[in-house]
T-cell receptor
Framework: GEDVEQSLFLSVREGDSSVINCTYT??????LYWYKQEPGAGLQLLTY?????DMKQDQRLTVLLNKKDKHLSLRIADTQTGDSAIYFC????????????FGKGTSLLVTP | DAGITQSPRHKVTETGTPVTLRCHQT?????MYWYRQDPGHGLRLIHY???????DKGEVSDGYSVSRSKTEDFLLTLESATSSQTSVYFC?????????????FGEGSRLTVL
């Protein structure tokens, strides 16, 4: 099937903003998600956005959704070393028991 | 944190042996999922369950079977493990339709097949 696409690596300096981009496949997806995975751990939900929204802000996180281009982005303001992790974009797949289709993940490295 | 427990957390086995991974939830969620995570592939869906005794295949189901005899338990079985099944396996749960659809993940089970 078609893939959810993400860039694989991003490196930023502490205090800068990080922007992670994603292109999803299903224009009928009702929800889109961002997950964070720290080494050796499971995935944690960071935030999600409903498809009728263009933007969602949650503290340091801003999600932008462009439905026309099927493009999703996650901006992390004032990035900290503790933000170093893998970030996954995901879309809801209502055809597979409401499973999520994940991108391959973006490894974010925050340097001091 | 959602109450999801995976066992075992780590297992090393030999090619051709059967392996069963267990996922136990205390949230009474209807939907349960097994994913595998491999470098360069992200997370891929193996099987999912939408209720007791109701299961279906995901994207990479070959070589795997599942069972769900109780709401709280979802078992993943490799009947005859192969080296290509060396991976980290994640269980996830969801309330499904009517919720916002997010999945809650367990901590993962690392399987090595020699």
């Amino acid at each position: 099937g078609e893939d959810v696409e993400q860039s694989l690596f991003l490196s930023v300096r502490e205090g800068d903003s990080s922007v992670i981009n994603c292109t999803y496949t299903d224009s009928s997806s009702t929800y889109l998600y961002w997950y964070k995975q720290e080494p050796g751990a499971g995935l944690q939900l960071l935030t999600y956005i409903f498809s009728n929204m263009d933007m969602k802000q949650d503290q340091r996180l801003t999600v932008l959704l462009n439905k026309k281009d099927k493009h999703l982005s996650l901006r992390i303001a004032d990035t900290q070393t503790g933000d170093s992790a893998i970030y996954f974009c995901a879309e809801l797949n209502s055809n597979s028991g409401y499973a999520l289709n994940f991108g391959k993940g973006t490894s974010l490295l925050v340097t001091p | 944190d959602a109450g999801i427990t995976q066992s075992p957390r780590h297992k090393v086995t030999e090619t051709g042996t059967p392996v069963t991974l267990r996922c136990h939830q205390t949230e009474n969620h209807r939907y349960m999922y097994w994913y595998r995570q491999d470098p360069g592939h992200g997370l891929r869906l193996i099987h999912y369950s939408y209720g007791v005794k109701d299961t279906d295949k995901g994207e990479v189901s070959d070589g795997y079977s599942v069972s769900r005899s109780k709401t709280e338990d979802f078992l993943l079985t490799l009947e005859s493990a192969t080296s290509s099944q060396t991976s980290v396996y994640f269980c996830a749960i969801s309330g499904g339709q009517g919720y916002t659809g997010e999945l809650f993940f367990g901590e993962g089970s690392r399987l090595t097949v020699l």
